[in-house]
C-alpha cells in the first residue's frame, strides 16, 4: 500500500501532491471522503489512466525492493482476462506510459523520477 502511494506521488501533479487522495477523489481506503470528493481534480479516463498507472509503478517498486509483488498484482487485478488480448494491450499500453513519461526505464524498472509538468484537464 505505501508503495502505491508513493507511485501516486511520482505521478501527481505538483498542485496535486497536497491534496488529498492527491485530488483523484475517495478510493476505497479514503477515510476522510468528502474532503477528497471536494479536492477531487482528475475525473473520468484521466483518473483511471492515472490509477492504473500508480498501480503497475507500485507493483514495480515492490519487485525492486525485494517485496512479495505477485500479491499485489493478483489484488489489483492485472491477470483478469490474462487470457485475452483486452489484458496485454492494457498492461502495455500503462507499461508504455510509464516508459515515455520516465518512470520506468526501457528495462521495466522504476526511477526516482517525479512528474513537474501540470494537468492537462481537457484529456
Do not use: C, K, Y
Not at 20 to 44: I, K, M, N, S, Y
Not at 59 to 73: D, K, M, N, R, Y
Not at 86 to 108: D, K, N, Q
Amino acid at each position: 500500500m505505501l508503495l502505491h502511494e508513493i507511485a501516486h506521488f511520482q505521478l501527481a501533479a505538483p498542485a496535486r501532491r497536497r491534496l488529498a487522495e492527491f485530488g483523484l477523489g475517495p478510493g476505497p481506503e479514503t477515510g476522510d471522503r468528502r474532503t477528497a470528493e471536494r479536492q477531487a481534480v482528475l475525473r473520468g479516463i484521466a483518473r483511471e489512466r492515472e490509477e492504473a498507472m500508480a498501480s503497475l509503478l507500485g507493483i514495480l517498486w515492490e519487485v525492486e525492493l525485494g517485496q512479495p509483488a505477485l500479491a499485489s498484482f493478483l489484488d489489483q487485478n492485472w491477470l483478469e482476462g490474462a487470457g485475452g488480448a483486452g489484458a496485454a494491450r492494457h498492461f502495455r499500453s500503462v507499461s508504455a506510459r510509464l516508459r515515455t513519461g520516465g518512470f520506468v526505464t526501457a528495462a521495466g524498472r522504476p526511477t526516482i523520477r517525479r512528474n513537474r509538468a501540470p494537468d492537462r484537464l481537457a484529456d
